[in-house]
């Protein structure tokens, strides 16, 4: 058996005793198609994505939360860190603000 085959088998095991998110959970492009819940998406609820991820982008709202975002990573890493792993979390923070940035930006320009 494969170490991927291991690995699969493994996660599927236990995946009912935690909250696991696999790939067929999430929203992803592959091969020039968007797929999301195992599944690939239609036309129209592409469509509806790419608007939605634009007006996302241009909420204010939006644009205050990713400061708000920075601003306690910065907080965290710069000022109230006492040990590496306050600095890495922190950077966590930048990281996952990155991952949503990237999707959005993914989504709305197709």
């Given at each position: 058996?494969t ?8 996660t599927?095991?236990?995946?009912h005793?935690f909250?696991?998110?696999g ?6 492009f ?19 994505f ?28 710069f ?32």
């Amino acid at each position: 058996m494969t170490l991927e085959k291991k690995h699969k088998v493994l996660t599927d095991t236990v995946a009912h005793h935690f909250n696991t998110v696999g790939e067929n959970d999430i929203l992803r492009f592959e091969r020039g198609k968007w797929f999301a819940e195992g599944r690939e998406l239609s036309e129209a609820e592409i469509k509806q994505f790419r608007e939605e991820a634009e007006l996302i982008l241009k909420l204010p709202l939006w644009k205050l939360l990713e400061r708000e975002i920075q601003y306690q990573a910065n907080q965290t890493m710069f000022f109230k860190s006492q040990t590496e792993t306050d600095i890495l979390a922190g950077k966590l923070l930048l990281y996952y603000l990155d991952i949503l940035k990237t999707r959005l930006h993914k989504l709305s320009t197709g």
